[in-house]
C-alpha cells in the first residue's frame, strides 16, 4: 500500500471511521486511553504492528498522531486537553515534528517566533495539528511546544 509521494488520505479516513484517532482519548471520553492509561498500552502495541504492516507510512503518521495526543492530554493545560479532545473527536490527524536539523542551530522560540527548521517532519502537509518542540530562548534549557495547523 506505500505509494511513494502519495499521502495516505483514504487510510487516514479509515482509521477515523474505526474509531482508531480518537483512541487516545481516556475511555469515558469516547477512546480506549491508547497511550493515556495503562490498560491502553497491549492494544496500541497491536494497533501499531497492524498499521505498520500494512503501510510503514501510515504506521508513522499513526504512531506520531497518538504520540502527539498523548503529550497534550498528559502534559497540556485543561484548556489545551480539551481543545485536543475536540479535535481527536473530529478525526483531526495529529503529528509531532521533534527532530532538529543535524549540524544547525536547534529550532528556537524567541519572542512568540520560531526560528530554525526541523526535519524528518512526519505528515508535514497532510496533518491538522503539530506539536512542535523548540528550545525556548527567554529560559536556556527549557523546552517550548506548540501546536500549530
Known sequence: MDEDGAFPDEDIAALTAEGL?????????????????????????AALRLVGRASLPLGRLYEGHVNAAKLVLRRGSAHQAKRAACDLHAGHLFGVWNTDAPGE?????????????????SGA????????????????????SRGHA
Open 21 to 45: 484517532l480518537r483512541a487516545p482519548l481516556p475511555s469515558g471520553e469516547g477512546g480506549h486511553g491508547w497511550g493515556t492509561a495503562p490498560d491502553g498500552a497491549a492494544p496500541l502495541s
Open 105 to 121: 542551530a536547534p529550532l528556537t522560540l524567541e519572542n512568540g517566533v520560531l526560528k530554525g527548521r526541523k526535519v524528518l517532519c
Open 125 to 144: 502537509g497532510g496533518v491538522a495539528l503539530a506539536l512542535v518542540t523548540a528550545r525556548d530562548a527567554a529560559a536556556p534549557g527549557r523546552r517550548a
